[in-house]
């Protein structure tokens, strides 16, 4: 999707916003946490209901829909943590009933260190290399490291 009509889509939410999102937002504007928000910020092609870019983290409100939609939140996730982000999600009613609740979690969340820019997301395997040139199964897709001195 072009960026122009990413800005144009999250424009458009932002406006539009539902009750929930503005209770949340409303809370993060008042400063409650001290760490600066973005409101539906485009992150690769999704857009995220909140977003704090210093602290990589992603808070998304899900509505009832979300429950049946648990394999499309999954992949989602994945996507935005592919850049570097985590991704909290909060049930709306746990917004409009524990806003206190919510606050302190995503301050915990704030206070942990964001992951490191090249940590794998979750989920991934890392490639175990070894220096021992005699182990094969772990070299074996590994190019043959060239022989020190002039080149040939």
């Known amino acids: 999707m072009p960026l122009r009509a990413r800005t144009e889509i999250a424009r458009r939410l932002r406006r539009d916003a539902m009750d929930v999102e503005k209770i949340l937002w409303r809370a993060l504007r008042e400063r409650v946490v001290p760490w600066k928000f973005r409101r ?61 609740g919510v606050l302190e979690t995503m301050r915990l969340a704030l206070e942990a260190p964001p992951p490191h820019p090249t940590s794998p997301p979750p989920g991934a395997e890392r490639r175990r290399f070894s220096l021992d040139a005699a182990d094969p199964d772990v070299n074996a897709d590994r190019p043959a490291a060239r022989p020190k001195g002039p080149p040939p």
């Open 40 to 100: 539906q910020h485009p992150i690769g092609r999704r857009i995220a209901d909140f977003a704090c870019p210093a602290r990589k983290l992603v808070i998304e409100l899900d509505g009832g829909q979300h429950g049946e939609r648990m394999e499309a939140d999954h992949r989602r996730n994945a996507e935005i943590a592919r850049y570097g982000y985590r991704v909290i999600r909060f049930w709306n009613n746990e917004v409009l009933d524990n806003l206190d």
